[in-house]
């Protein structure tokens, strides 16, 4: 987990305390809506990832967690980006942030459990 919070500091310029937080909002966001034995697979190789995504994972997103809640169910990647919005990530630094995760889960988990997460969650995509 340090490799992953050291490369996102320095690819997006974010502070240890909000690329923590930013990856656990991600990391939760995938345990709630990708293919469990994928995610088991990318928590498997990021140790440390279930604890982190644990302490984020009750954060709602202000106004798209409400949009998202209003849409019936998560709100799917709309409500992601209202969360780490809400948390004061900028959109620049949202994609940022998700192209570095998923680069490091692709090393550590492999492409075929990161296709299968990417293919599994709609609008996904577009962000790494």
Do not use: C, H, W, Y
């Amino acid at each position: 987990m340090d490799e992953l919070i050291s490369r996102v500091i320095a690819a997006s310029g974010l502070n240890e305390d909000l690329a923590r937080k930013a990856i656990g909002i991600i990391l939760a966001f995938l345990q709630k809506e990708g293919p469990a034995a994928e995610i088991g697979q990318l928590m498997a190789a990021l140790p440390g990832a279930e604890e982190l995504a644990a302490a984020e994972g009750g954060a709602k997103g202000g106004l798209m967690g409400m949009v998202g809640g209003l849409m019936g169910g998560s709100g799917g990647v709309m409500a992601l980006g209202g969360q780490l919005m809400g948390a004061g990530l900028s959109m620049g630094q949202i994609q940022t942030v998700s192209k570095e995760m998923f680069a490091v889960g692709r090393e550590k988990a492999g492409e075929d459990a990161m296709g299968a997460i990417v293919g599994a969650i709609p609008g996904l995509g577009q962000f790494v």
